[in-house]
């Protein structure tokens, strides 16, 4: 799987923003997906997971209620909409794939088989 990530950019703190992550092959619908993040001088964390079918989702806590996760198993593309951003938000974000054969959710990096080269998310104060 060939992942390629877009959609970030520089927005005003309070500001929406929306990533979108395309993937390449037939087999799409056998992947859960994440979004991670990795901001300057600290480790990557997940921000979002999402199921194969997309019927579950995991946020990270510091982002519960300002994003969401979505995905178009038809179009091959996971999203992930940012609202309320704040400069905390600030890192490079990269969307990942780990093939499952069951509906859960990964949420470990290690899960992750299969990364985007990132998108750079900045919020200004």
Known sequence: VQL????????QAGGSLRLSCAASGRTFSSYSMGWFRQAPGKERDVVAAISRTGGSTYYADSV??????????????????????????????????????????????IEYGYWGQGTQVTVSS
């Open 4 to 11: 390629q990530a877009s959609g970030g950019g520089l927005v």
């Open 64 to 109: 519960k209620g300002r994003f969401t996760i979505s995905r178009d198993n038809a179009k091959n593309t996971v999203y992930l909409q940012m609202n309320s951003l704040k400069p905390e938000d600030t890192a490079v974000y990269y969307c990942a794939a780990g093939h499952t054969y069951s509906g859960s959710v990964l949420r470990r990096e």
